[in-house]
């Protein structure tokens, strides 16, 4: 296509827009005619394509409106009076200060320990239990002990506890599992189920593997009336005249029942069934 029919074409096409042409440069004489006009169609055809481009962007893209500025108003501070700075406070003088002791606790008289015992399990609010049945006919050559005297007397004995007027709970064991007692939960709760803490009882472990501990010797540091024995053969007064789960009172004044090693209990459901009931018409009827 000639150069003059280009630009009637490109002016028919793309109406309202200036095109012009670029002066042909002169030809080499050199040259071959038609490689002169090859290179006379490229050039003319590079300004013709910039245009195009131009055109083309103008319409894909609208011109931005212009934004108007806006300045920021300047902060105002007001300015009030100056405030003087906090000054420590003086602390009041202590020279004069009057110290008052408190009043001194009433010291306990057999008549108040008496119109109030104050530990749960005493005396006066006991459960009514059974006397205990007769001792059999003693075996010959053995002496049926008493709250005074007894042939255990000398039987040792260990004690975990500081309340002498609490619950007493007897046991056989080892010196170390014995140490452990306290901390037993199944203790725990049956102390708990009666409402009581092992800070309101007294653990006795009887040191003798056979032998029981005498009712006579436990009374001489221990004023407690209340017998919660985990064993067998674990207190003299009481190897005769009870039954295990079956609690009793022994002299008149002695509440004692009688149970199965704590290891057994812990393990039986029947037998902790038991000794519940027990407990219940011992301490809670």
């Not at 096409?13 to 670029?22: D, G, K």
């Not at 002169?26 to 169609?41: D, N």
């Not at 931005?64 to 406070?89: F, N, Q």
């Not at 059974?130 to 003693?138: D, E, I, R, T, V």
Request: with cysteine.
């Amino acid at each position: 296509m000639a150069t003059a029919d280009s630009l009637a074409f490109f002016q028919n096409f793309y109406t309202n827009v200036s095109l012009y042409v670029v002066a042909e440069p002169a030809a080499p004489s050199v040259a071959p005619p038609q490689l002169a006009a090859t290179a006379t169609t490229t050039a003319a055809a590079a300004p013709v394509a910039t245009a195009v481009a131009a055109v083309a962007a103008e319409a894909v893209l609208p011109p931005s409106p212009l934004v108007p500025r806006v300045e920021a108003a300047p902060t105002v501070v007001p300015i009030g009076p100056a405030v003087p700075p906090p000054t420590a406070s003086k602390l009041p003088s202590l020279a004069n200060l009057t110290l008052t002791p408190p009043p001194p606790l009433p010291v306990p008289t057999p008549a108040t320990l008496a119109a109030d015992p104050g530990p749960l399990f005493s005396a006066a609010i006991l459960a009514e239990l059974p006397a205990a049945p007769a001792a059999p006919a003693s075996q010959p050559g053995r002496i049926q002990p008493t709250p005074t005297q007894s042939p255990v007397a000398h039987i040792p004995f260990a004690t975990l506890g500081s309340n002498p007027n609490g619950l007493l709970i007897l046991v056989r064991l080892p010196a170390d599992e014995f140490r452990k007692l306290p901390r037993n939960v199944f203790l725990n709760n049956i102390l708990k189920a009666i409402r009581l803490v092992m800070e309101d009882v007294v653990l006795v472990n009887v040191e003798h593997e056979k032998f029981p501990v005498a009712l006579c010797s436990l009374r001489k540091d221990l004023a407690a009336k209340q017998f919660l024995a985990f064993g067998k053969n674990l207190l003299d007064v009481a190897v005769y005249t009870t039954q295990p789960y079956e609690p009793v009172l022994l002299y008149g004044d002695t509440a004692f029942l009688g149970a199965s090693e704590i290891k057994m209990l812990e393990y039986d459901a029947g037998r902790k069934k038991q000794l519940w009931q027990a407990m219940q018409r011992m301490f809670l009827a």
